[in-house]
């Protein structure tokens, strides 16, 4: 890292030979003040150079900063109200009652998703009459997920109820 202190020093070192050329007489001793001079003002310039650099990348890396607290942000204001909640089914979702037109909606988020601060609504999945439990799945991600219970589920039947259907004639 460049040292402030040490460019700081060479300005200094750099004001007083030219003091020095100001009450010097003979030509050598002036051109060994004035090379004395440029060394340290290619000292200096390389430093401020330096600096630059450093104040460059500080910026770059404050635009970046700010750019994830506005991402954290965001994500925080998106899923505000959003609890974790266990369904049914055992598995655990974000889960929030939102207004739907006239009325209210639970809108499920993918657990997943929410880990990675991102807000993504489960959507469900069609299914039919013998399965237990209502499924959905993450767009984003592609998970799928066992929801609440499928009020329309049947249970199949045992195998005598279906020894007996199959075995008397209607």
């Not at 630059?52 to 970046?64: G, K, L, P, T």
């Not at 994830?68 to 909640?85: M, T, V, W």
Request: net charge negative; proline share 4%; with cysteine.
């Amino acid at each position: 890292m460049v040292d402030i202190a040490s460019a700081y020093s060479a300005i200094k070192e750099t004001l007083g030979l030219l003091k020095k050329i100001n009450e010097t007489k003979s030509d050598f001793e002036i051109k060994v003040a004035t090379s004395a001079i440029q060394d340290k003002l290619i000292s200096v310039q390389g430093a401020c150079f330096a600096l630059d650099d450093i104040i460059h990348s500080r910026d770059a890396e404050i635009v970046h900063l700010k750019a994830k607290i506005a991402e954290f942000e965001d994500f925080r204001s998106q899923a505000e109200g959003y609890e974790l909640n266990q369904l049914d089914s055992g598995t655990f979702v974000y889960s929030k009652k939102q207004p739907v037109g006239d009325s209210e909606a639970i809108v499920y988020l993918c657990p997943n998703c929410f880990c990675r601060r991102v807000i993504s609504i489960l959507q469900p999945v069609p299914v039919s009459e013998n399965v237990i439990f209502h499924k959905s799945r993450c767009l984003q991600c592609e998970n799928h997920f066992l929801m609440n219970k499928n009020q329309d589920y049947v249970p199949p039947q045992a195998l005598e109820e279906l020894g007996r259907k199959l075995s008397s004639n209607p």
